[in-house]
Each structure stands twice: as C-alpha cells, then as structure tokens.
C-alpha cells in the first residue's frame, strides 16, 4: 500500500522521449518487485527522491558537487523508508543547501532517471554499486538565501541556466535545463 502514491505519480508521469519511458516502465516494475523500495539497505537499489531547485524567475538553478559521486548535480538523496518522495526532495534541500524557504513548484514529477552509484568505502565499510531510481521535483527558493551544505556535498552555487553545461555533461541534467526552458515557456504562455 505505502508504494501506491509512488506508483501513481509514476502513471501519471509524461514521459518526453522514448529513454524516458523505458526509464518509466523499469522503475514501475522495480516498485511492483520490491515493497522494501525506499530502504537504502535494498543493495541493488533503492528509490531516491531530487529536487531541481530553481530561483523565482526560472533563470537560475542550484547545483551541488556531490562528494561521493564528484559531479554537479541536483540535490537529491535517500529516502530511508518515507514513501512521500516529493517530501523526501524538499527535505533534502533544506539539508544540502541550509534554504529553508522553499516551495514546490508543482506535486507532480518533473524528471525521472536511474543512475549507477559506483562501489565505494564508507565508515561502515564496503558499500557495493547499485541503482538509484531517481524521483525528480521542480522547487523554487530564494536565490540570495545564504548558502551553507552538509558533509555530502563538496560545494554548492547558483547557476544560470545556460552555464549548466559549463559545469556539467550529466545527460538527466542536461536534460532539465531543456525541461525548464520549456516550462518557462508554458508559464509565460498562461501568464
């Protein structure tokens, strides 16, 4: 039952490409096979929850360089058993970027990827490569917030838009930054 929201946003979800379908189907299926999906102890993968956090006007986005992974990416991280991914998102900003003041964009999915988490040694030893099936949300925080991050981020800053690509070639990134130029669209267009 707990896995019930997750798999109707999932179904709500539209997919824009044809990868991000086959990325939809895989992650319904890897929830319909495993009840313990939101467990980081699950060791070939588990859910994960994200936020694209982007100013007011849509110009900018905050990016982390994640310690582990040693890439700029969104915020994100584990769900450790909440169910509520959209919750599981904003709670990670409030730890990775010290904002408070944050505000989901919209309840629905924004993004969805699933990425390798390569093997690597943490205080509790030898922690093997699995998947994270990455639940991505719009949020919007103030851009003149005082920044401060957590030992899991290696630094933290707000990017224009168009300098994404200056930072990072993550493709789901990448593929973000193409997601909000069209948003920004749609919104101006009801405006």
Same mark, same amino acid.
């Not at 006007?57 to 992974?69: A, E, F, G, N, Y």
């Given at each position: 039952?707990?896995?019930?929201?997750?798999?109707?946003?999932?179904?709500?979800?539209?997919?824009?490409? !044809? /990868?991000?379908?086959?990325?939809?189907?895989?992650?319904?299926?890897?929830?319909?096979?495993?009840? /313990?999906?939101?467990?980081? @102890?699950?060791?070939? *993968?588990?859910?994960?929850? $994200? =936020?694209?956090?982007?100013?007011?006007?849509? $110009?900018?986005?905050?990016?982390?360089?994640?310690?582990?992974?040693?890439?700029?990416?969104?915020?994100? *991280?584990?769900?450790?058993?909440?169910? !509520?991914?959209?919750?599981?998102?904003?709670? @990670?900003?409030?730890?990775?970027?010290?904002?408070?003041?944050?505000?989901?964009?919209?309840?629905?999915?924004? !993004?969805?990827?699933?990425?390798?988490?390569?093997?690597?040694?943490?205080?509790? *030893?030898? @922690?093997?490569?699995?998947?994270?099936?990455?639940?991505?949300?719009?949020?919007?925080?103030? /851009?003149?917030?005082?920044?401060?991050?957590? $030992?899991?981020?290696?630094?933290?800053?707000?990017? =224009?838009?168009? !300098?994404? $690509?200056?930072?990072?070639?993550?493709?789901?990134?990448?593929?973000?930054? =193409?997601?909000?130029?069209? =948003?920004?669209?749609?919104?101006?267009?009801?405006?």
């Amino acid at each position: 039952m707990h896995r019930q929201m997750l798999l109707r946003l999932l179904e709500e979800y539209q997919p824009t490409n !044809d /990868d991000e379908q086959r990325i939809r189907e895989v992650m319904i299926q890897f929830i319909h096979e495993h009840h /313990d999906c939101f467990m980081r @102890e699950l060791q070939v *993968g588990h859910i994960t929850a $994200s =936020a694209w956090v982007l100013n007011a006007t849509l $110009s900018k986005v905050l990016l982390i360089q994640h310690r582990k992974l040693n890439k700029w990416v969104q915020i994100g *991280g584990h769900c450790d058993g909440d169910n !509520d991914v959209l919750r599981v998102a904003l709670r @990670e900003v409030v730890e990775e970027s010290g904002i408070f003041d944050i505000v989901p964009f919209s309840p629905e999915i924004f !993004d969805i990827d699933i990425y390798t988490v390569p093997e690597c040694r943490t205080a509790e *030893g030898l @922690e093997p490569a699995h998947l994270h099936y990455d639940v991505r949300f719009i949020v919007i925080a103030d /851009d003149t917030f005082p920044l401060s991050h957590n $030992s899991e981020v290696r630094d933290i800053q707000w990017v =224009a838009l168009e !300098d994404v $690509s200056k930072l990072t070639q993550e493709q789901s990134v990448l593929r973000m930054v =193409a997601k909000t130029y069209h =948003a920004k669209r749609h919104v101006h267009l009801r405006c």
